[in-house]
Structure formats: C-alpha cells, structure tokens
C-alpha cells in the first residue's frame, strides 16, 4: 500500500514562499503521477500542481500558475512544490496525492488519485 506523506507547511508572510515535499512509502517500482491538492476552511478541495511519473510532464491549477513549481527530486523518491510570492488566499491545508501512472495524462480531479497524504498546514499572514 502506497502512502504519501507530506512535509514542510508552516505560517509564512505574505510575499514569501514556501517549499512542500510529499515523499512515498511503500512504493515499488510503479511510477506514480503526484498530485498537489488544497482545501481551506468552508471551500471545496482545489486542485493545485501535478506531474508525471512518465516523462516531465507537469500542470497547475489556475490559482498558482506562475508563481509554483511542482518537480522530483533525482532519485525520484521525492516531489516537491516550491510557492513563491505567497498570498493569505493560498492558506489551506495542502493534500498529496498519488496514482499509478498509465499514461501522461495528468488529472486536476480529486477522485482520480487513489492514494492520499494526511495534509500539511499552509498559513500565509497578511
């Protein structure tokens, strides 16, 4: 069973940035794509960044376009989101998510990852 567990939210300021990892256990040589997800209080989850397992590629949710970088690290074990130029509105708490990788397609809906991480805390203050 393929369990993703994040890392690396916190209280940041606004204008700041702010790097998450989601690293998973119990993997096996299946390529996973990564999913970043996110869910404030009182909104719906929202789709954040995803990328491949196959290849490099990558794709952002409009909220984040241009101010977030999702990537891998060499060995591939872990993924990481990089947020930069931080608004109070990205606080939320940040989901990773996981599944097997049958193609390049790279889904922004929530019910197309099977695996999920328990979420880590991004507070952004003004």
């Known amino acids: 069973q393929v369990q993703p567990v994040e890392s690396g939210g916190g209280l940041v300021e606004a204008g700041g940035s702010l790097t998450l990892s989601c690293s998973l256990s119990?993997?096996?040589?299946?390529?996973?794509?990564i999913a970043w997800f996110r869910q404030a209080p009182g909104k719906d989850r929202e789709f954040v960044a995803a990328?491949?397992?196959?290849?490099?590629?990558?794709r952002y949710g409009d909220s984040v376009k241009g101010r977030s970088t999702i990537f891998r690290d060499n060995a591939e074990t872990t993924v990481f989101l990089q947020m930069n130029t931080l608004k109070p509105e990205d606080s939320a708490v940040y989901y990773c998510?996981?599944?097997?990788?049958?193609?390049?397609?790279?889904?922004?809906?929530?019910?197309?990852?099977?695996?999920w991480g328990r979420g880590t805390q991004v507070t952004v203050s003004s």
């Open positions: 119990g993997r096996t040589s299946t390529k996973y794509t």
């Open positions: 998510a996981a599944r097997p990788s049958l193609s390049q397609a790279l889904s922004p809906l929530s019910y197309a990852y099977d695996y």
């Open positions: 990328i491949s397992g196959i290849g490099s590629g990558t």
